[in-house]
């Protein structure tokens, strides 16, 4: 089982749509957890933490529940420029675990 | 601002040929870390330094080798290249563990 895993997608939808995006990570003792945003093989940048009680930046809306050991990431109103592979990660111990990542395509 | 500096951008070896991956720096940030992706694998964690002169083994630390003498640079050696070993690479620092990672903009390897 891998320690953090994600649907690959792609998800394909069109413009102003809500999409939303699940992680789940195996180890509970995972400290922190993150959503990187990464655009056509270029390196990754940080979209949001995720903070215990659900974060929101905008458009985009992370929670984690930690019982579930689960992740996810929203965004609302979706725009062309979301087109992006979203990533899905967790500090275990000072190491950055990532998932596969999930490919958003938005369509006009 | 420079950030997190990768050299070289591309690169192309010939199986058995060895090489280093250079990543600094200017932030001085203690946790620095190298990565590979490959198509429907996301990033995997080959190496990982929490300060200069402690380096620890990620997922993937066959066939690399790292040191970290110094808190600004982290460079990664490809002992004997092999095919296996075509990727992309990153290198990323940050602060702390828990705050944001910044990632060099990768080299990309083909090993022939």
């Known amino acids: 089982r891998k320690e953090v895993e994600q649907d690959p997608g792609p998800f394909n939808v069109p413009e102003g749509a809500t999409v939303a995006f699940n992680c789940t990570y195996s180890n509970s003792a995972s400290q922190s957890f993150f959503w990187y945003r990464q655009d056509c093989r270029k390196e990754p940048k940080l979209l949001m933490s995720?903070?215990?009680s659900g974060n929101e930046d905008g458009r985009f809306t992370a929670q984690l529940n930690r019982a579930s050991q689960y992740i996810s990431l929203l965004i609302r109103d979706s725009k062309l420029s979301d087109s992006a592979t979203y990533l899905c990660?967790?500090?275990?111990?000072?190491?950055?675990?990532f998932g596969q990542g999930t490919t958003l395509q938005v369509k006009p | 601002n420079a950030g997190v500096t990768q050299t070289p951008k591309f690169q192309v070896l010939k199986t058995g040929q060895s090489m280093t991956l250079q990543c600094a720096q200017d932030m001085n940030h203690e946790y620095m870390s190298w990565y590979r992706q490959d198509p429907g694998m996301g990033l995997r964690l080959i190496h990982y330094s929490v300060g200069a002169g402690i380096t620890d083994q990620g997922e993937v630390p066959n066939g690399y080798n790292v040191s970290r003498s110094t808190t600004e640079d982290f460079p990664l050696r490809l002992l004997s290249a092999a095919p296996s070993q075509t990727s992309v690479y990153f290198c990323?620092?940050?602060?702390?563990?828990?705050?944001?990672?910044?990632f060099g903009q990768g080299t990309r390897l083909t090993v022939v």
């Open positions: 995720v903070y215990s």
């Open positions: 990323a620092s940050s602060l702390q563990p828990n705050t944001e990672a910044f």
């Open positions: 990660v967790v500090n275990e111990e000072g190491k950055l675990i």
